[in-house]
């Protein structure tokens, strides 16, 4: 239980750092606004989205478990991946503090009138994947907390519980539009519409001292496995 715990407390802030995620988000308020089939298209965006994130979360799985049973403990590896992605994250954050959020209308133009609902749904799939595929600081976050739970102590119960929390906390920039839509209909587009400039606005400073949070915690976690602190 205690293994668990100490898992949860370490993954709770990488999980909500890479639910800042302003691309997606306005992917999907764009995405909900142009298709004919919006309910379905959302669905299929929210899958894609939970795809990619798997994706990466095996990697950083895969990475975690090759990497800490090929060397001794304390892992020295581990230890300069940890840094090794803190700084990349350092340098995104700044580049996007410094870099206006831009919109992804060039990477979806609705659907058919006549598309069928697979076919509308396979659409929104695609562009989710695609939307948290382009998110480097995401996948960057996605892929330490990946590693984190793979050599983590705690049960497999516990890892399976604190992957499904971490997936469902990256995935609120899906999930908060979609039940706004389904639950407030008739208000939805207003409320989204406003969401939508204000992140085009300042969705890139938002998220880039998110990133640079991250970052800096990461070169922490890293020097204290390195003895330095």
Not at 29 to 34: C, N
Not at 164 to 171: A, C, F, R, Y
């Amino acid at each position: 239980m205690s293994g668990t715990l100490s898992l949860f407390t370490q993954i709770i802030p990488l999980a909500f750092g890479a639910a800042v995620s302003p691309t997606a988000l306005m992917g999907i308020i764009l995405l909900l606004s142009m298709s004919k089939k919006p309910k379905i298209s959302g669905m299929g965006y929210y899958a894609g989205s939970i795809i990619m994130v798997l994706i990466v979360l095996a990697v950083g799985f895969l990475l975690g478990n090759g990497v800490s049973s090929a060397t001794p403990h304390p892992n020295p590896l581990l230890a300069s991946i940890d840094l090794i992605l803190g700084v990349i994250l350092l340098v995104m954050g700044i580049i996007r503090i410094l870099r206006p959020q831009k919109s992804p209308k060039h990477r979806f133009n609705g659907e058919h009138t006549d598309s069928s609902s697979i076919s509308v749904f396979l659409k929104g799939l695609s562009f989710g994947f695609v939307m948290f595929f382009i998110n480097f600081s995401t996948t960057i976050i996605v892929l330490e907390a990946g590693k984190l739970i793979a050599t983590s102590s705690a049960p497999i119960t516990g890892k399976v519980i604190v992957s499904v929390i971490l997936i469902l906390i990256t995935l609120l920039v899906c999930e908060i539009p979609l039940l706004i839509y389904l639950l407030l209909p008739n208000r939805s587009e207003k409320i989204l519409s406003k969401i939508n400039v204000w992140m085009q606005k300042n969705g890139h400073i938002l998220m880039g001292i998110v990133i640079l949070a991250i970052g800096l915690y990461l070169l922490w976690i890293g020097s204290i496995k390195f003895g330095l602190i």
